[in-house]
């Protein structure tokens, strides 16, 4: 059964920070990874989708990275600032046709201005 | 193009009633996904719909059910209300048939008393 584990649970750090958030999942046998950002009470946003085949995927201040074989990824948010504040989770792809997620529990990142 | 659409918003119901929850997917978009999530249970996968056709389950009671029209728009049902069923019910549509970039919509939030 997949799980997928993130770390650390809570972040809290001073606006301008650049931080890493940390993904790992038990079997790589997926077909891609999705970042998501959710806001207190609201849907979720994605933000970065890499492909098993790929190894990192970027979009603005954000980089993500993926090692398959190792079951891990990370999220890589440069210049913190305090609108970034929020819960990030991963997912990962299963199922015949990959369109089940499997998520992890999150981490609550706050930035302080 | 607009987002994933869910109605209503919130909900209250009374254990032992049953429930229905809309979602309508980004235009063109054919695979639609429910999640529930829960402060215990995070986020769970339920069911994924493609062209009105069930293709993946997750572990959930028989009580949770769903649909999919012709227009890809999606229901989902819930019968026998139970306590534990307070959660916000996210639903997300994707625009492949396999493993591509899943949209949230902004969920429905059921309160059961």
């Known amino acids: 059964k997949q799980e997928v584990t993130q770390i650390p649970a809570a972040l809290s750090v001073p606006e301008g920070e650049n931080l890493v958030l940390n993904c790992s999942f038990t079997?790589?046998?997926?077909?891609?990874l999705q970042w998501f950002r959710q806001d207190p009470g609201k849907g979720l946003t994605s933000l970065l989708l890499?492909?098993?085949?790929?190894r990192e995927q970027t979009s603005g201040r954000l980089n993500a990275s993926l090692d398959k074989s190792s079951g891990r990824s990370t999220l890589y948010i440069a210049a913190s600032q305090p609108g970034d504040s929020a819960t990030y989770l991963c997912?990962?792809?299963?199922?015949?046709?990959?369109?089940?997620?499997?998520f992890g529990a999150g981490t609550i990142l706050r930035v302080k201005s | 193009k607009a987002g994933v659409t869910q109605t209503p918003r919130y909900l209250i119901k009374t254990r032992g009633q049953q429930v229905t929850l809309s979602c309508s997917p980004i235009?063109?978009?054919?695979?639609v996904s429910w999640y529930q999530q829960t402060p215990g249970q995070g986020l769970q996968f339920l069911f994924e719909?493609?062209?009105?056709?069930?293709?993946n389950k997750g572990n959930f009671p028989g009580r949770f059910s769903g649909r999919q029209f012709s227009n890809s728009r999606s229901e989902m049902n819930v019968s026998t209300l139970e306590l534990g069923d307070s959660a916000l019910y996210l639903c997300?549509?994707?625009?492949?048939?396999?493993?591509?970039?899943?949209?949230f919509g902004p969920g429905t939030r059921l309160t059961v008393t």
């Open positions: 997300a549509s994707s625009g492949a048939k396999t493993a591509y970039e899943q949209y």
């Open positions: 235009s063109g978009h054919r695979s």
């Open positions: 890499i492909q098993s085949s790929q």
């Open positions: 997912a990962v792809a299963l199922g015949e046709y990959g369109n089940k997620l499997v």
């Open positions: 079997d790589s046998a997926i077909y891609n």
């Open positions: 719909y493609f062209s009105e056709t069930q293709r």
